[in-house]
């Protein structure tokens, strides 16, 4: 019996793309390019690792319910580890825009890089705002009366409605870190598809170059 | 803002408070805000200055 054709049935043919586009050692590479080797590069691993943690320490406030945050101390502590990451979160990921604004990152067939982050910097700006109106406490109830004149000035409010605290919650744990968790892995694999952007002049090699690619 | 102890050696900040706002001409920013802008900004340019540690210039 002959061994059966690969890349005639659909899951076949995406392995194959999938393996020819990411292959192991680049997917989950153990070494990096010298350019590197620098505090800057470190900024945007920090903000997935302080997503990582806002993701778990949600689950935690998701599984315990918000009497237990408001009411315990553990919950307390799970309450403020939540808001804590979350500050971190943008502290690291703004110094990570900022790096990668100035060193041109959308270079090299990186746009879409460029893109995503942008968009997940964007839609973690709504989590957030979100995420303020479902503390369930007084600050919750009057950054929403405040929140729904801005929102109902867009027309938006009609289906949006910041006032209901189940819908925004609903939004705040499951569709916005739906649609931020996708486009982090997005952003992610297309760092491991197209790798680190160089500095401006710097080749692939980490040698100065005058090749018009280092540029842009 | 106040100052407070729960217990030996923790010290915590109280922000119960009214927030400390700076006026510049129409930009308005709370003291906390500047704070952390401020912090991110040397963030940003020690992660610039700062060498990377066991970095080998042979790689």
Redo the contacts between chains.
Sequence with gaps: MSAPPTGRSWTGATRDRLVSALPPDQLLPDTQPAYVASWIYVFGVATLAALVMIIASGTVLAIGGLHWWHTTAVGHFVNSLHLWSVELFFFVMVIHLWGKFWMAAWRGRRLLTWVTGVLALLLSIGTAFTGYLVQTNFDSQWIATQAKDGINSTGVGAFWNVLNVGQMLLWHIVLLPLIVGVLAVVHIVMVRLRGVVPPIGIGTDGEPTSDPKAFR | MELLTSSPGILAVGLNGTGYYIHWGFIQMSLANLI?IL??LT??V???V?P?PG?R?D?
Excluded: I, P, T
């Design positions: 952390v912090l991110m963030v940003f020690a992660a610039l700062v990377f970095h210039d790689r």
